[in-house]
């Protein structure tokens, strides 16, 4: 068991609420007016354009930050007034982390694990991470993901109630960024509440249960994956090549069309894709290699940011 309080299924409770929080660097706000809570035994994602306050955020959290305004609660203990007692629960996995490089994988865990009184087993994090081949070897010689590996190995061995991962797979290749997913999920089912720091779309939509979207400091939108999905403009996406030339002009709900090398890829609704394909089918036009698929988180997130404008 890495986590000191195991996940039950229809009980939930807020063991992370933020509350109105604010933080100002000069005179320039960071984070403004943000609120949201995390349920017990959830992956709570932050999504954002660099800059938009998401670590400042849950450094706020984490107790690393003090907060202009608003409330922070972890498990309705203060993240700075209570900061002994919220280290004992609470793991971090820092966007940018480093140890002195002559430190072996094994003299880190050990040491981690001498902060608390009741640690994980080291041991176990060390073999479910595939760190157990790496315990001899120095920091300084370890690769990106082992590295990563280590950090949230060290994010877990205090048997933390919560852990923060912020951007938790940066600079891995694909088949390590999925490995760690799995990882991710696994700590889930310990029982470990997770609130997850990503700009990885993919990563986001796979592994959260509701995700906060953060933009110029403040939550742009907070829903499911699929809830924050659904509200894309042009939600299903169809894509075919047509056997001769057509004509989309006044089909239903349709938001956007473009043409590349004779495929067309439209957006739109389900109303959309049933009209184009009556009309395909009146003007006797075969859709070659035809596709239908839901948009995607990084449409949603495009949206709800205006990167896209």
Same mark, same amino acid.
């Given at each position: 068991?890495?986590?000191?309080?195991?996940?039950?299924?229809?009980?939930?409770?807020?063991?992370?609420?933020?509350?109105?929080?604010?933080?100002?660097?000069?005179?320039?706000?960071?984070?403004?007016?943000?609120?949201?809570?995390?349920?017990?035994?959830?992956?709570?994602?932050?999504?954002?354009?660099?800059?938009?306050?998401?670590?400042?955020?849950?450094?706020?959290?984490?107790?690393?930050?003090?907060?202009?305004?608003?409330?922070?609660?972890?498990?309705?203990?203060?993240? +700075?007034?209570?900061?002994?007692?919220?280290?004992?629960?609470?793991?971090?996995?820092?966007?940018?982390?480093?140890?002195?490089?002559?430190?072996?994988?094994?003299?880190?865990?050990?040491?981690?694990?001498?902060?608390?009184?009741?640690?994980?087993?080291?041991?176990?994090?060390?073999?479910?991470?595939?760190?157990?081949?790496?315990?001899?070897?120095?920091?300084?010689?370890?690769?990106?993901?082992?590295?990563?590996?280590?950090?949230?190995?060290?994010?877990?061995?205090?048997?933390?109630?919560?852990?923060?991962?912020?951007?938790?797979?940066?600079?891995?290749?694909?088949?390590?960024?999925?490995?760690?997913?799995?990882?991710?999920?696994?700590?889930?089912?310990?029982?470990?509440?997770?609130?997850?720091?990503?700009?990885?779309?993919?990563?986001?939509?796979?592994?959260?249960?509701?995700?906060?979207?953060?933009?110029?400091?403040?939550?742009?939108?907070?829903?499911?994956?699929?809830?924050?999905?659904?509200?894309?403009?042009?939600?299903?996406?169809?894509?075919?090549?047509?056997?001769?030339?057509?004509?989309?002009?006044?089909?239903?709900?349709?938001?956007? +069309?473009?043409?590349?090398?004779?495929?067309?890829?439209?957006?739109?609704?389900?109303?959309? +894709?049933?009209?184009?394909?009556?009309?395909?089918?009146?003007?006797?036009?075969?859709?070659?290699?035809?596709?239908?698929?839901?948009?995607?988180?990084?449409?949603?997130?495009?949206?709800?940011?205006?990167?896209?404008?």
């Amino acid at each position: 068991m890495w986590g000191g309080c195991a996940f039950r299924e229809g009980f939930r409770m807020a063991v992370v609420e933020v509350s109105g929080l604010r933080k100002s660097y000069g005179d320039r706000t960071v984070v403004d007016g943000v609120s949201f809570g995390v349920e017990e035994g959830e992956i709570f994602g932050i999504l954002g354009p660099n800059g938009a306050g998401k670590t400042t955020t849950v450094e706020c959290v984490e107790g690393l930050r003090v907060p202009d305004g608003g409330k922070v609660r972890v498990a309705g203990l203060d993240p +700075v007034a209570d900061r002994a007692e919220v280290s004992q629960l609470l793991g971090a996995q820092l966007q940018e982390s480093e140890l002195q490089g002559k430190l072996t994988v094994r003299e880190a865990l050990e040491l981690y694990a001498a902060f608390y009184p009741r640690p994980a087993d080291w041991r176990v994090l060390a073999e479910r991470l595939g760190l157990n081949e790496h315990l001899d070897r120095r920091f300084g010689q370890l690769s990106g993901g082992q590295k990563q590996r280590l950090f949230i190995a060290l994010a877990l061995v205090g048997n933390p109630r919560v852990v923060v991962l912020d951007e938790l797979t940066t600079g891995l290749d694909p088949r390590a960024r999925r490995e760690t997913w799995e990882i991710v999920e696994d700590i889930r089912r310990q029982g470990v509440t997770v609130l997850l720091v990503t700009h990885f779309m993919e990563e986001a939509q796979r592994l959260c249960d509701r995700i906060a979207v953060i933009d110029k400091g403040r939550i742009t939108a907070l829903d499911t994956p699929r809830g924050l999905i659904s509200r894309t403009a042009g939600a299903t996406v169809m894509s075919f090549t047509p056997s001769a030339p057509v004509d989309l002009e006044g089909v239903p709900q349709l938001v956007s +069309v473009e043409e590349q090398e004779g495929r067309i890829t439209l957006r739109g609704t389900d109303e959309t +894709v049933t009209a184009v394909l009556s009309l395909l089918a009146r003007q006797r036009i075969t859709a070659l290699q035809l596709r239908v698929t839901d948009a995607t988180l990084d449409d949603a997130f495009l949206d709800l940011t205006g990167a896209a404008k």
